[in-house]
C-alpha cells in the first residue's frame, strides 16, 4: 500500500532539488555569487527524494483510491518543509518557523507573508517564492502524473485529488489531460509575464507577479504588492489574468481547441462567476464612491481589482481595502468564501459547489409550495444527483467547522476574534490578505507565535485539500 506513496512523493521531493538550483543561477546572474544555502538545500533534497523513490521503485498497475488520497495529503503536508529549507536562515528568514509559513504559504498557493520588508530580500529568495506559487497554482502532483508515464500507473485517482473539475473529462488518459493543463499554464505564464514587461515590470518582477497571477497566489516583491507600480494598464493584465486564473483550465483547453462560441458561452458555472463577479464590481464602485466621496473613475479602479483579487482568492492588493471601512471585513470575508470555478487554480468553496447549494434550496422551495411538483435540481442543462449534493454540503460544513474552530484556538493565544477569524479566512480560503490592518495589505503574518503560525501553516493546507481529503484519510485508512 505505501510503496506507490513513498515513491511518488520520493520523485516529487527529487524534482523540487533540482528546482532550487534556479535561485541560486539567477543570483548570480544579478551579483555574480550563487546562493549556497539554495544549493546545499537542492542536493539535499535530490538525495533523500531520490533514494526514497529508488528504494520504492517498481512498476504499479492500478493506484486503489485510498492510495490518492494519501499520496495528495502526504505530498501537501511533507512538500512545505522540503520547500522550506533554502529559506532558512537566508535574507531576513532566521527561524525555522517563518520558513516553513513562507514556503508553506507559497507551495498552496496562499500569498501569506511574513515578510516585512519583501523589497530588501535576495533575489533568490523572492524567486524561490514565486516559484512555489507557480507550483502550488497547478498542483505538485499533476505533475507527477504527467512526469511519470515510464511508471505504468493508472493515476485518474490522483488527478482527481488535485482537480476538482469533473464537467469535462474529455481525453481518456489522465496523463495527456495533465499534458495538456501543464502547457495552458506554462502559456499562459508566459503571455503574462511579457504582457507585464511590455507595460512597465522589469523582467524579473514580471516574470514573478505572472506566476504569482496566473497561480492565483499572491507574493509580490513589494512591500506594497501592486500598488507599488501605480500603473493602470499593469493591473489591468494582472486583472484580466487573475480571471483567467479562475477559470477552468479545462475550459480554457476545450475552448481553444473548439473554437466555437458554445464551446465559450455554454458552461453554467464560467456565466455565474462571471455575471457575479460583474455585480460586485458595479454594486462595490457605486457603494464606495458614494461612500468615500470619490470619483466613480477612480473607485471602479480600486475596487475592481481589489474585488477580483480576493474572490479569485489571489491576495494582490492595489490599496489598503482594510482601511476602506468597517464594512469591508464583512464584505471581503463573503468574497473570499466565494472562490473562482472547481477546475481552477483558486482555493475557496468555489462558484460551482455555491450553484449546487443553490439548487439544492430552490428544488425544496418548490416542494414547499407545490408538494406534487417534480422539482429536478439542475445547474444550466445538467441535472445534480443527490450525491453531489451531499458532498458539497459536507465541505461546506467541513471549512465553515474548521473556520470556527481554528479562530476559537487562535484566540485562546490572545488573539482578538476579528485577527484571529480574518487570518484563519485568509488561509483557508488561500486568499493570503488579514482583514485587519495588522495582517492587511500593508501588514504580515510575522507578529504572530510560533503556535499561531503553526496552525495557520496548516489551515493552508487544509484549504489547499479542500478539507475532506484529510478527513477522509483519517477516517478511512487502514495502516497494514
Known amino acids: 500500500m505505501w510503496q506507490p506513496v513513498l515513491m511518488i512523493n520520493g520523485f516529487i521531493i527529487f524534482v523540487i532539488g533540482i528546482m532550487m538550483f534556479i535561485p541560486s543561477f539567477a543570483l548570480y546572474y544579478y551579483t555574480g555569487t550563487p546562493d549556497y544555502i539554495f544549493i546545499q538545500s537542492g542536493i539535499a533534497s535530490m538525495f533523500f527524494g531520490g533514494l526514497l523513490f529508488l528504494t520504492n521503485y517498481g512498476k504499479i498497475e492500478k493506484i486503489s483510491i485510498i492510495q490518492g488520497y494519501l499520496i495528495t495529503v502526504f505530498c501537501w503536508f511533507i512538500l ?25 504559504s507559497g507551495i498552496t498557493a496562499t500569498g501569506a507573508t511574513i515578510l516585512n520588508n519583501t523589497e530588501g530580500e535576495l533575489k533568490s529568495v523572492l524567486l524561490w517564492r514565486a516559484i512555489l506559487n507557480g507550483l502550488g497554482g497547478i498542483g505538485i502532483v499533476i505533475f507527477a502524473v504527467a512526469l511519470m508515464p515510464f511508471l505504468g500507473i493508472g493515476g485518474m485517482h490522483l488527478f482527481n485529488k488535485e482537480n476538482s473539475d469533473t464537467e469535462d473529462k474529455f481525453l481518456p488518459k489522465v496523463r495527456y489531460i495533465a499534458k495538456d493543463i501543464i502547457i495552458t499554464y506554462v502559456l499562459l505564464n508566459i503571455v503574462c509575464a511579457l504582457l507585464l514587461n511590455m507595460a512597465g ?11 504569482s497571477t496566473i497561480g492565483t497566489a499572491g507574493f509580490s516583491t513589494k512591500n506594497n504588492s501592486i500598488s507599488f507600480f501605480d500603473n493602470y494598464l499593469i493591473e489591468l493584465i494582472i ?8 477559470l477552468p483550465i479545462t475550459y480554457l483547453i476545450l475552448a481553444f481547441k473548439r473554437r466555437t462560441i458554445s464551446s465559450i458561452t455554454s458552461n453554467a458555472q464560467v456565466n455565474t462567476f462571471l455575471k457575479l463577479l460583474a455585480f460586485y ?6 457603494f464606495y464612491a458614494n461612500y468615500a466621496n470619490i470619483e466613480y473613475t477612480k473607485a471602479f479602479r480600486y475596487v475592481s481589482f481589489n474585488t477580483i483579487s480576493a474572490i479569485t482568492t489571489t491576495g494582490l492588493a492595489s490599496s489598503n481595502f482594510v482601511a476602506w471601512g468597517s464594512w469591508s471585513f464583512i464584505v471581503f470575508l463573503i468574497f473570499y468564501m466565494h472562490g ?17 447549494i443553490s439548487a439544492f434550496f430552490k428544488k425544496n422551495a418548490i ?7 417534480i422539482a429536478v435540481m439542475k445547474i444550466g442543462d ?29 484566540c485562546l493565544t490572545g488573539v482578538d476574534f476579528a485577527t484571529s477569524i480574518g487570518a484563519v479566512v485568509a488561509c483557508i480560503t488561500n486568499s493570503g490578505i488579514g482583514l485587519t490592518e495588522a495582517i492587511g495589505p500593508n501588514g504580515s503574518f510575522a507578529e504572530f507565535s510560533n503556535f499561531v503560525k503553526y496552525i495557520l501553516s496548516f489551515a493552508m493546507i487544509l484549504g489547499r485539500l479542500e478539507v475532506v481529503s484529510v478527513i477522509v484519510l483519517l477516517t478511512k485508512i487502514k495502516l497494514p
Not at 464590481?281 to 457605486?286: D, E, G, P, Q
Request: some cysteine.
Open 201 to 211: 515590470m522589469n523582467k524579473f518582477d514580471a516574470i514573478t507577479h505572472a506566476m
Open 281 to 286: 464590481i458595479i454594486a462595490l464602485t457605486v
Open 340 to 356: 473562482g470555478c472547481t477546475g481552477s487554480t483558486t482555493g475557496s468553496i468555489k462558484i460551482f459547489r455555491w450553484q449546487v
Open 367 to 373: 416542494k414547499s409550495l407545490s408538494p406534487n411538483q
Open 80 to 104: 512545505p518543509f522540503v520547500c522550506s529549507l533554502p529559506l532558512y536562515n537566508n535574507g531576513s528568514i532566521h527561524t525555522f518557523t517563518n520558513a516553513l509559513f513562507e514556503a508553506t
Open 239 to 246: 486583472g484580466v489574468f487573475m480571471i483567467i486564473g479562475a
Open 382 to 410: 445538467k441535472i445534480i444527483n443527490e450525491n453531489i449534493v451531499s458532498s458539497v454540503f459536507v465541505l461546506v460544513l467541513g471549512f465553515i467547522f474548521s473556520i470556527i474552530f481554528l479562530s476559537l484556538v487562535i
